[in-house]
């Protein structure tokens, strides 16, 4: 059964980092594309970042690009996202999704399965 657990998250201060991890299980990890999202209640979820299933494309959204970065390692079953100079704004539920084959636009509906998040705060 596929699975994806995230990890990483936190609080931290503005202007400091953290790194995401997505761990997947129970599929070819290297036939998927993977994406982090982020939501707060009561909002639409947001495409954070995206990164096709070799890695050798990626897409970011407007308000982290410069400041976030997607990677994976298929060897680890891994896709992870540093988060750097994090703004109080960047304040939300974070979510990795699989979706086999492409993901064009990195957006949400191109995802079929869910990890069940990790939360990231940013405050003074």
């Known amino acids: 059964q596929l699975q994806l657990v995230e990890s990483g998250g936190g609080s931290v201060q503005p202007g400091g980092s953290l790194r995401l991890s997505c761990t997947a299980s129970g599929f070819t990890f290297g036939y998927y594309a993977i994406g982090w999202f982020r939501q707060l209640p009561g909002k639409e979820r947001e495409g954070v970042s995206c990164?096709?299933?070799?890695?050798?494309?990626?897409v970011y959204g407007d308000s982290v690009k410069g400041r976030f970065t997607i990677s994976r390692d298929n060897a680890k079953n891994t896709v992870y996202l540093q988060m750097n100079t994090l703004k109080p704004e960047d304040t939300a539920a974070y979510y990795c999704?699989?979706?086999?084959?492409?993901?064009?636009?990195?957006?949400?509906?191109?995802?079929?399965?869910w990890g069940q998040g990790t939360q990231v705060t940013v405050s003074s």
């Open positions: 990164i096709s299933n070799s890695g050798d494309r990626t």
């Open positions: 999704a699989a979706t086999i084959g492409r993901s064009y636009y990195c957006a949400s509906y191109e995802y079929e399965d």
